[in-house]
Structures are given as structure tokens and as C-alpha cells.
């Protein structure tokens, strides 16, 4: 079973070991109205009956301006990193009863209120085969997410996606602009850049 390394500027910042898990997403997200520009995750699990649920390797890991962020899909077993549930995050906060995760129109004010902490964006993606896409900020791409999507049915490969959004495509439940739609083989890596 493969395993998934992240680095951040060629420092290992988490190693995952893929064998008792279902599905995991390693991605580098940020918005121009969030006080960092970038911030890496990683969480996945395995969800069924009596499994470990769901886990959280990385949450809000700092991206700079300038940082390379690669994730490699590297062949066989690896000693991994544990990853932890939310009431470990978390240990202070109540166990959680929300099943309803729609933005109201409330939220949906909120968001749109908040200022903008950053003029723009522009980031890379790149895999190690060769594909690369870069995208920036515009008056409506206001959001960017690069993921690295794996999972059990196909455990030698992981699906790479970048994309920009705004709330609008939220709401809409569309994904927005795609920049970068690929894969990446075991034994391959997928790399994200915060360029501006």
C-alpha cells in the first residue's frame, strides 16, 4: 500500500500511512479575505462500521509567499504519522450535534462583508509527469484550492485538482474555475507554489 509524504520547502512536515485508510485529501487552500494567504490540510479516514472515522494529519499548516509545498504518492509501507480526531484537536470543545453545514443567507452576508486582506493571488501546480497550470485572483475568483485526492478503489494513484472559486460557486455548488485536472501514479509527486 502506498503512503503520502508532504513537504514544505523540502522539509517533511507529515509522512501518512495509507493501509487503514479509505480516503485521504492533502490540500493547500486560501482566499484574499483571510489572514493567511495559504494553509495546508490533510484529513481522511476510513469511515467504515467500527473504523477510526475521521482524522486530521495537518489543519492551517502556514504556506508562504515563495513556499513549494510537494506531495508525494510514494510506493509501500511507511512508519506514519498519527493522525488525530477532532475531540483531540479539540479537546476543550463540546462534542458537536451539527449535521447541517449549508451556508444560510446570513453566513452568506458575513462572508461577503469581510475585507479583503490581500490585493491577489497567483499559485502554480505541477506534477512530477509534466502537467502544469498556473492560476491567479480576478474580481470574481476570489478563493483557490489545490487537493491531492486519494482513495482504496484506485490505491496507486491520487487525483490532482486546481481550481478558483468565489461564495457564488459555494452557494452553487459548482467548483468553479479548473485549472489543473491530472493524476499522479505511485511513485510520482504533484507540487503546489504560492507565487504572489
Request: proline share 4%; hydrophobic share 40%.
Amino acid at each position: 500500500m502506498p503512503h503520502i509524504a508532504v513537504d514544505v520547502n523540502n522539509v517533511r512536515i507529515t509522512t501518512i500511512n495509507l493501509a487503514s485508510t479509505r480516503l485521504m485529501n492533502v490540500s493547500v487552500h486560501g482566499a484574499l479575505d483571510r489572514t493567511l494567504k495559504a494553509a495546508v490540510d490533510a484529513m481522511g479516514g476510513n469511515y467504515d462500521e467500527g473504523s477510526c472515522g475521521h482524522l486530521t494529519w495537518l489543519i492551517d499548516h502556514p504556506v508562504q509567499l515563495g513556499d513549494i509545498v510537494r506531495v508525494h504518492l510514494n510506493q509501500g509501507d511507511a512508519n506514519g504519522d498519527a493522525g488525530k480526531t477532532f475531540e483531540e484537536l479539540f479537546p476543550d470543545e463540546p462534542p458537536s450535534t451539527q449535521t447541517d453545514f449549508s451556508i444560510s443567507d446570513t453566513m452568506a452576508a458575513e462572508i461577503r462583508a469581510r475585507p479583503r486582506r490581500h490585493a491577489a493571488f497567483e499559485v502554480q501546480a505541477s506534477t512530477s509527469a509534466g502537467q502544469q497550470a498556473t492560476a491567479t485572483s480576478n474580481e470574481r475568483d476570489t478563493d483557490f484550492r489545490f487537493s491531492v485526492l486519494w482513495d482504496h478503489f484506485q490505491p496507486d494513484e491520487a487525483r490532482i485538482h486546481l481550481a478558483t472559486y468565489c461564495l457564488d460557486h459555494v452557494l452553487a455548488r459548482m467548483a468553479g474555475t479548473t485549472h489543473l485536472q491530472t493524476t499522479i501514479r505511485a511513485g510520482e509527486t504533484a507540487t503546489f507554489s504560492l507565487v504572489a
